[in-house]
């Protein structure tokens, strides 16, 4: 199963848990509802912005949310911080270059920069890239834990 079907999935769950329809989700996270119905048809992903506003609504794991772990940890996550502070440290506590990430993940010297400072926020499917080659959780990459 891909990305986008588990995500559709994982948030049609949470939806129906809160007895939730397309807009007033879309009104409580302040997007439109046909972002949110394209979500659950499994047509795109959500920006990191309208993630980060999903995971807190729902107060669920961004791991959960994205399929890599099968049942939501017990636990309070923490806000979601600045991303370039958080990316920035782990790449300090783990010794990593940027360099070997670039050259790990496939992921452009501009992009990588460009979270590094601040000027841009990676996409879902990127911090899957990023978790995966930091061996943390996206919810770790989000600052959340």
Not at 4 to 28: G, V
Not at 35 to 61: D, H, K, M, Q, V
Request: hydrophobic share 40%; with cysteine.
């Amino acid at each position: 199963m891909d990305i986008m079907s588990i995500f559709s999935e994982r948030l049609k769950e949470l939806m129906e848990e809160r007895e939730l329809n397309a807009p007033a989700l879309a009104r409580a996270i302040g997007t439109d509802r046909t972002n949110i119905t394209r979500y659950l048809r499994g047509e795109r992903l959500p920006s990191y912005i309208t993630f980060a506003a999903l995971i807190s609504y729902f107060g669920c794991a961004a791991d959960f949310l994205l399929g890599r772990v099968e049942f939501p940890p017990q636990k309070q996550f923490g806000s979601v911080c600045p991303f370039s502070t958080t990316f920035r440290t782990l790449l300090a506590r783990t010794g990593t270059s940027q360099y070997a990430l670039e050259h790990a993940t496939h992921i452009s010297g501009a992009l990588v920069y460009n979270w590094l400072t601040g000027k841009t926020l990676p996409s879902l499917e990127n911090l899957l890239a990023l978790a995966d080659f930091l061996s943390c959780s996206v919810d770790t990459l989000l600052g959340r834990e």
